[in-house]
Structure formats: C-alpha cells, structure tokens
C-alpha cells in the first residue's frame, strides 16, 4: 500500500490529485497524508542513495547481480524543475528554478560488426516535421514568435526528405534500464553515478559507453569516475545546434535543409571537423557576436556562434 501510494504521488502532479486517483481506487487517504508520507518515503530513498555513495568511496559497496553486462551505457543529463522554500506552510514561498541532474544506467544486447552497420543518420533525424519538433521541445521554442523574430519552425514546410535507408536489424536491444536523480552539485553527484554502476557491476562490462551533452560537468563524471568507458556527445543536442545554425544561414529553404542534413551526416559518421571548419566560414560572413551586445534570440550570430562553440567543445 505505501508503495501505491508513494508512486501515486511521484508521478501525478499533485498529492491532491493523487489522493483523488487513490480514492478511486478504494484507498481513503487525504492529500496531506499523501504528502507526509511521500516526504517520509523519498527521505529514506535518497538516504540510501547517498550511503552507497560512502560505501563505493570505501570499497565496501557489494556488486548485487549475478553476472557482469556485456555491454553498457550511461547517460546523463540535466533539466529544469520550478522548487518553492521548505518548511515554510502551505502555498508557494521562494520559488525558483533549479538544476535536477538524471543518470540511466542501461545494459545491452550489441552485435559485434566488422563494419558500422548504420552509416547514415537514423531516418528520424532526417525527417522535416520530426526534427522541427525535437528541436522545439529540447531547445524550449514557443509555439510562435514576432514576425521580426520568427523561428525556423515557422518557416514553410522544407521539402520531401530523402529516401530513407533500410532498418538496421541488428540495433542494440536495450536489456534493464535504471536510474539515479539528485539535486546535488555535480561534485556530489558523480559518486551517486559510481556506486549505483558499481552495483551493477558495469565496470566489469567488455564494452562501456558514457553518453552526456555539452556541459562540462559531464565530461568531468566521465574523466573522474568513467574514464575507460566511450566518451559519446549526445546527437540529440547536436541536432538541434546544427538545425538552427543552418536557418541561420539564410537562403532558400531547400539550401538550409541540404546544409543541415550534410552538417548531420557529417557528425554522426565523426567528421565533425568539417563542420567546424564550414560554421568557421559562416561565423566569418555573419560576424562574431560582441562580447557587450545583447543579441536577440534568433539572431544568426548568437546562433551560429553557439554550433561552433557546442561542436567544438564535444569534437573529442
């Protein structure tokens, strides 16, 4: 019972609309009991998570699966939550927004492959009305803009996409996923990373990736706490720089779609220099951002500029 009630309040997005759910459900349970024992429940959870951490530093963490993955990854990545004081009544006091930052641990089935077996882009990245929404969502675009600030999700339908390539039949099956999520500081959140992969025995794992975007502080979890697992740039983040980089450019809509489908090609197969070398020639015709001006969201210096300083950051 206190597990359906915990996770009612975990995922619903208030405890008075879980006691609802709860109620429905035969369970006569007011929303402040809800939250008392969400509180109560989700302190000793994260207790528990933060000693692992002292007891992975210590060397005394036990491994608690039976055999070792073949293969690994983990991924991280942070977001944006809207938190309000503690401890201070009813209603909202001191809101603000924070960082949350989520690691996914998963094990996989991977076929060994003498050659890449999906050297192009997966079709989801090359289709038009996709990748405008992806972009939309992860970049946080409204749904519309000012004419004099019009977003390239405005713009006309790009043309058809080009035909897609066949399915991979051997993609990598994803086997058990499972997650640790923190508010802490990266410093504090990377033993969290460690001892939920020890556990899992991941280190021991014949082939291990690390998955994270741009910022810096993932990069330091990798070097500090994975540093013989595959460093990836999550292409997700990179779509996004590239798509708005190439509206960017100007032009007609067709010559941004090609330049951004070969900007893509050209970092999912690795030769991401060249990309660096052509967003160089365009920072060069558009002009570099002032360091003192305040340019406007969409203007095509601060969008150009920020593909360049992304893609070079992660070309490692």
């Given at each position: 019972m206190l597990q359906i009630i915990v996770e009612a309040a975990g995922r619903l997005p208030s405890f008075a609309d879980a006691a609802f759910a709860l109620h429905l459900a035969g369970v006569d349970i007011s929303p402040r009991h809800v939250g008392r024992l969400a509180h109560e429940i989700g302190g000793e959870?994260?207790?528990?998570?933060?000693?692992?951490?002292?007891?992975?530093?210590?060397?005394?963490?036990?491994?608690?699966?039976?055999?070792?993955?073949?293969?690994?990854?983990?991924?991280?990545?942070?977001?944006?939550?809207?938190?309000?004081?503690?401890?201070?009544?009813?209603?909202?006091?001191?809101?603000?927004?924070?960082?949350?930052?989520?690691?996914?641990?998963?094990?996989?089935?991977?076929?060994?492959?003498?050659?890449?077996?999906?050297?192009?882009?997966?079709?989801?990245?090359?289709?038009?009305?996709?990748?405008?929404?992806?972009?939309?969502?992860?970049?946080?675009?409204?749904?519309?803009?000012?004419?004099?600030?019009?977003?390239?999700?405005?713009?006309?339908?790009?043309?058809?996409?080009?035909?897609?390539?066949?399915?991979?039949?051997?993609?990598?099956?994803?086997?058990?996923?499972?997650?640790?999520?923190s508010m802490h500081d990266s410093r504090s959140f990377g033993p969290l990373v460690a001892a939920a992969a020890q556990e899992r025995d991941f280190y021991q794992a014949k082939r291990r990736a690390f998955l994270g975007d741009g910022q810096a502080y993932n990069w330091s979890i990798q070097k500090g706490y994975f540093p013989d697992f595959e460093p990836l740039v999550d292409l997700l983040h990179v779509l996004c720089y590239l798509y708005l980089a190439a509206w960017a450019t100007g032009g007609e809509e067709a010559q941004r779609w090609s330049l951004y489908l070969a900007w893509l090609r050209a970092c999912w197969q690795g030769r991401v220099g060249e990309v660096i070398e052509e967003l160089r020639v365009w920072e060069g015709r558009l002009g570099k951002p002032p360091p003192e001006e305040e340019l406007k969201e969409y203007d095509p210096r601060r969008l150009v500029g920020a593909a360049l300083s992304y893609t070079s950051r992660g070309q490692e």
């Open positions: 959870m994260a207790q528990k998570r933060d000693d692992k951490a002292v007891a992975h530093r210590r060397r005394q963490l036990p491994v608690r699966v039976a055999a070792a993955p073949e293969v690994v990854a983990v991924e991280v990545d942070g977001g944006r939550l809207r938190t309000r004081a503690a401890v201070s009544g009813p209603g909202v006091h001191q809101p603000q927004n924070k960082e949350d930052k989520v690691a996914c641990l998963v094990s996989l089935h991977s076929d060994r492959h003498a050659q890449d077996p999906q050297p192009e882009p997966p079709p989801s990245f090359t289709e038009p009305r996709r990748v405008q929404r992806v972009v939309r969502q992860m970049k946080g675009l409204p749904g519309e803009h000012p004419a004099e600030a019009a977003g390239p999700e405005e713009a006309p339908a790009p043309p058809r996409p080009e035909p897609k390539a066949p399915p991979v039949t051997a993609a990598p099956q994803r086997l058990v996923g499972t997650c640790v999520a």
